[in-house]
């Protein structure tokens, strides 16, 4: 049963361009979740989405950031316009089911804008 | 609200030694709580949970936690450290009432030497 696929595992963009983060989540899992690392600090939550719902988006900035999470296909996680503070990595995660089950870790991918 | 502080950011341990990882939590629900690893430039892999069932954890690698509800404490240990323990470790809260949002403690670097 493959875990959590997250790609690109490294992503470079210049400063204004727009980065593209994609997550398939384990065989059965409904449930995604994107965190963001920033250097030196754990994650923070960003969103939490089921198929094509958004369910908490209370960890997204305001401007630039969108997630969606379509019938078919991986979760995506769309940065526009990118800034140097953006740098950082990002994780998806997914589970079974809502509530406190165990959420499983893709492995990551690291952006850095120039 | 929920939170995690990790009392540790940094913790040196000989090989063969006991490994203590302190974590404190503050929920307004009873909690969910984890331990996370996360190895470097690697994604991030549960290591136990606590989900109000025994409040003595245990977990893969000889890692077990114990949740001290009079303490609000989760600290996680382990009888004897390996070279391979060495990473960063997070402890993580979460209850029903977040709809499965992770907070995540700071980080705790355990180095092991010889």
């Known amino acids: 049963n493959a875990g959590v696929m997250q790609n690109p595992r490294h992503l470079v963009r210049r400063r204004g361009q727009e980065a593209r983060l994609r997550c398939s989540p384990m065989?059965?899992?409904?449930?995604v979740y994107w965190y963001r690392q920033l250097p030196e600090e754990g994650l923070k939550f960003m969103v939490y989405?089921?198929?094509?719902?958004?369910?908490?988006e209370s960890g997204m900035p305001k401007e630039r950031f969108s997630a969606e999470f379509p019938k078919e296909g991986p979760s995506i996680l769309r940065i526009q316009q990118v800034v140097r503070g953006d740098s950082a990595a990002y994780f998806c995660?997914?589970?079974?089911?809502?509530?406190?089950?165990?959420?499983?870790f893709g492995p990551g991918t690291r952006l850095t804008v120039t | 609200a929920q939170s995690v502080t990790q009392l540790d950011s940094h913790v040196s341990v000989s090989e063969g030694t006991p490994v203590l990882l302190r974590c404190n939590y503050s929920?307004?629900?009873?909690?969910?709580l984890f331990w996370y690893v996360q190895h470097p430039n690697k994604g991030l892999q549960l290591l136990l949970k606590?989900?109000?069932?025994?409040?003595l954890v245990k977990g893969i690698n000889g890692f077990e936690a114990e949740f001290k509800k009079s303490e609000t404490s989760f600290h996680l240990t382990k009888p004897s450290a390996h070279m391979s323990d060495a990473a960063e470790y997070f402890c993580?809260?979460?209850?029903?009432?977040?709809?499965?949002?992770?907070?995540f403690g700071t980080g705790t670097r355990l180095q092991v030497t010889l």
């Open positions: 995660a997914s589970s079974l089911r809502q509530g406190a089950y165990e959420q499983y």
């Open positions: 065989k059965g899992h409904s449930h």
């Open positions: 989405l089921q198929k094509e719902n958004i369910i908490d």
């Open positions: 929920s307004s629900y009873s909690p969910s």
């Open positions: 606590y989900t109000s069932a025994a409040t």
């Open positions: 993580v809260v979460t209850h029903t009432g977040t709809a499965s949002k992770l907070t």
